[in-house]
Nanobody
Framework: QVQLVESGGGLVQPGGSLRLSCAASGSITSIYRMGWYRQAPGKQRELVARITSGGMRNYAGSIRGRFTISRDNAKNTVYLQMNSLKPEDTAVYYC????????????????WGQGTQVTVSS
């Protein structure tokens, strides 16, 4: 059993900053890739950013230059530093674990966190 626990969401004014955290726990030996997705009301869930265990990063074009993804492999934790936030960044942000190796040696894919609300409004 793997759990992803997110934290750090909230209400912030335009131009402000927030930092999201997502900690994975359970029968985990190593995690290949983790990332953040978001879903705004009435829209499909979309990729925000993701990072591999080796530090390779992908960003959505809409947030490039404003958001930074990082991770602590020893803690199985991924972070999303969000700066210069805009009202259009308002969404529920979800952490995703793409692929991992369990203590038992098997490969498992696609675990999601419960989501954390980010609201950007004056």
């Amino acid at each position: 059993q793997v759990q992803l626990v997110e934290s750090g969401g909230g209400l912030v004014q335009p131009g402000g900053s927030l930092r999201l955290s997502c900690a994975a726990s359970g029968s985990i030996t190593s995690i290949y890739r983790m990332g953040w997705y978001r879903q705004a009301p009435g829209k499909q869930r979309e990729l925000v950013a993701r990072i591999t265990s080796g530090g390779m990063r992908n960003y959505a074009g809409s947030i490039r230059g404003r958001f930074t993804i990082s991770r602590d492999n020893a803690k199985n934790t991924v972070y999303l530093q969000m700066n210069s936030l805009k009202p259009e960044d308002t969404a529920v942000y979800y952490c995703k674990l793409d692929q991992m190796r369990t203590i038992e040696g098997s490969i498992e894919n696609d675990y999601w966190g419960q989501g954390t609300q980010v609201t950007v409004s004056s």
